[in-house]
């Protein structure tokens, strides 16, 4: 089946450092996707990139197929960004599975 | 940006009944999903639809039943609801590019 890791599962910021979350993957992808999840709370699609790099605030994505990675990049942490990040890798029919996540806290 | 309307948001059953979790999306997409998520096992795939009419499994698919009457709608069914199918549901929508989801139902069973 489709292996997605994610790296680190855990990271400690103080406010205003910034982050590097990974998603590798072992197989060809059709599509990847991050996510962002509150404990107890909804998946909010954060980018949808299957290649290249995209911009979002202080947040960046990049996609590099050959490699089979993904990564998302935080600047300037805030702690309202703690939370859980997932990558999702996409395959037919867009079916998406998941990594088992990074959890994010920023301390003040 | 998509809409996904799960229902109901928190559900309370008892083992051995019948448990079924409505889902709606709005935006004409013609693939929809049903994922679990437990604490350890993170989010797994259930049964998906490619369109009205359409179930396939997936890669947890036993206990589960999947209905696509139409477009917009895709339920899943629990005929005979367990302790271990207490979880996290989540219904997804999504074409050839981004998915968007649902915000989730809460499924305890007793």
């Known amino acids: 089946g489709q292996q997605v890791q994610q790296s680190p599962a855990s990271l400690v910021l103080q406010e205003g450092e910034n982050a590097e979350l990974q998603c590798n993957f072992s197989?060809?992808?059709?599509?990847m996707q991050w996510f962002y999840q509150r404990p107890g709370g909804s998946l909010v699609s954060l980018f949808y990139n299957p290649s290249g790099t995209k911009h979002s605030g202080r947040l960046t994505s990049t996609t590099v197929i050959k490699e089979r990675r993904s990564s998302l990049h935080i600047s300037s942490s805030q702690t309202t960004d703690s939370g859980t990040y997932l990558c999702a890798l996409g395959s037919n029919y867009n079916v998406l599975y998941f990594g088992s996540g990074t959890k994010l806290t920023v301390e003040p | 940006e998509a809409a996904v309307t799960q229902s109901p948001r928190n559900k309370v059953a008892v083992t051995g009944g019948k448990v079924t979790l409505s889902c709606n999306q709005t935006?004409?997409?013609?693939?929809m999903y049903w994922y679990r998520q437990d604490t350890g096992h993170g989010l797994r795939l259930i049964h998906y639809s490619y369109g009205a009419g359409s179930t396939e499994k997936g890669d947890i698919p036993d206990g589960y039943k999947a209905s696509r009457p139409s477009q917009e709608n895709f339920s899943l069914i629990l005929e005979l609801a367990t302790p271990s199918q207490t979880s996290v549901y989540f219904c997804?929508?999504?074409?050839?590019?981004?998915?968007?989801f649902g915000k989730g139902t809460r499924l305890t069973v007793v």
């Open positions: 997804a929508s999504g074409d050839a590019g981004e998915v968007f």
């Open positions: 935006n004409n997409h013609n693939n």
């Open positions: 197989t060809s992808l059709n599509s």
